[in-house]
């Protein structure tokens, strides 16, 4: 059954006497180790002795894992002397109108060692039936657990710039039939896996500036990154970026000539793409 908001529309589906009546002891299971005996301060004993009538939407919002802060803004301070430091539960005094009657029922709720709610509990029992009304009773049972992480399965193919590009250009017309047909390749395997994500870097060899390899690597990987979106690869799944000349796979030395420099630099001009997957 529902509750309206004011209380003065509210009924339990459960006797007026037998709240009154039923021991301020309940059994509970809390965080799986057996049975525990959760028992309640005399209601003679409260600091707000005459108690409050809770807003019900606030109760039903109550959960594991809520800090004091949030349980304060759903029912407010306790109502029991807890003391002060290191208090890991909290008392109420909650009142409620039946058939033109005031019924009280106690509240307990109780924290971990993170002061964070680690179970709520009523007495008389049926007061948690009538208030919480199914739904927000099963947020008192224990949190289901969290579904698994992820697997990312990552592959990195390293293309070399002189298949893709004319030397020294970066451009969607400069780039040379071979190196298309393989990108045109690699999207289409890309394109059957669900949710793949690609990373595109492009990279330069040490010759020249490093201002001009930065953008010239940059240049490159958007290159790719278009042609990559014009085979149907969504382009919120595609980043692309320069590395210029600062990850080199080889090193060669200067005393080879600017002829055999070159060609030993070969490999670290490159693009590399790596297609991220989750299972």
Same mark, same amino acid.
């Given at each position: 059954?529902?509750?309206?908001?004011?209380?003065?529309?509210?009924?339990?589906?459960?006797?007026?006497?037998?709240?009154?009546?039923?021991?301020?002891?309940?059994?509970?299971?809390? @965080?799986?180790?057996?049975?525990?005996?959760?028992?309640?301060?005399?209601?003679?004993?409260?600091?707000?002795?005459?108690?409050?009538?809770?807003?019900?939407?606030?109760?039903?919002?109550?959960?594991? @894992?809520?800090?004091?802060?949030?349980?304060?803004?759903?029912?407010?301070?306790?109502?029991?002397?807890? @003391?002060?430091?290191?208090?890991?539960?909290?008392?109420?005094?909650?009142?409620? !109108?039946?058939?033109?009657?005031?019924?009280?029922?106690?509240?307990?709720?109780?924290?971990?060692?993170?002061? !964070?709610?680690?179970?709520?509990?009523?007495?008389?029992?049926?007061?948690?039936?009538?208030?919480?009304?199914?739904?927000?009773?099963?947020?008192?049972?224990?949190?289901?657990?969290?579904?698994?992480?992820?697997?990312?399965?990552?592959?990195?193919?390293?293309?070399?710039?002189?298949?893709?590009?004319?030397?020294?250009?970066?451009?969607?017309?400069?780039?040379?039939?071979?190196?298309?047909?393989?990108?045109?390749?690699?999207?289409?395997?890309?394109? !059957?896996?669900?949710?793949?994500?690609?990373?595109?870097? @492009?990279?330069?060899?040490?010759?020249?500036?490093?201002?001009?390899?930065?953008?010239?690597?940059?240049?490159?990987?958007?290159?790719?990154?278009?042609?990559?979106?014009?085979?149907?690869?969504?382009?919120?799944?595609?980043?692309?970026?320069?590395?210029?000349?600062?990850?080199?796979?080889?090193?060669?030395?200067?005393?080879?000539?600017?002829? !055999?420099?070159?060609?030993?630099?070969?490999?670290?001009?490159?693009?590399?793409?790596?297609?991220?997957?989750?299972?």
């Amino acid at each position: 059954m529902k509750f309206p908001k004011t209380f003065q529309a509210l009924s339990f589906p459960f006797a007026l006497a037998a709240l009154l009546s039923a021991p301020a002891t309940v059994h509970a299971r809390s @965080g799986g180790d057996g049975p525990i005996d959760i028992r309640f301060p005399s209601p003679e004993t409260a600091v707000v002795k005459e108690g409050a009538f809770p807003n019900i939407d606030n109760l039903r919002n109550m959960a594991h @894992g809520l800090s004091k802060k949030q349980v304060y803004a759903l029912v407010g301070t306790p109502h029991f002397d807890e @003391g002060v430091f290191g208090v890991r539960e909290w008392d109420y005094l909650l009142k409620f !109108r039946v058939d033109g009657q005031v019924v009280t029922c106690q509240y307990k709720v109780l924290y971990d060692r993170d002061y !964070r709610v680690s179970s709520m509990h009523w007495a008389p029992d049926g007061c948690a039936d009538a208030v919480l009304d199914g739904p927000v009773r099963q947020a008192e049972a224990a949190p289901p657990a969290p579904a698994p992480a992820p697997v990312v399965t990552s592959r990195t193919t390293r293309l070399s710039s002189e298949a893709l590009f004319a030397f020294g250009k970066s451009g969607l017309a400069d780039m040379l039939p071979d190196g298309r047909s393989e990108l045109r390749h690699l999207a289409d395997g890309i394109k !059957r896996e669900s949710g793949a994500t690609i990373r595109v870097v @492009g990279h330069a060899d040490r010759i020249g500036d490093a201002a001009s390899n930065l953008q010239l690597s940059t240049q490159r990987a958007q290159t790719i990154r278009r042609v990559l979106i014009d085979e149907g690869i969504s382009a919120n799944a595609i980043t692309a970026r320069g590395a210029g000349d600062s990850s080199p796979v080889i090193e060669c030395p200067d005393s080879l000539g600017r002829k !055999r420099l070159v060609a030993c630099l070969q490999p670290n001009r490159r693009v590399e793409l790596t297609v991220d997957s989750y299972n």
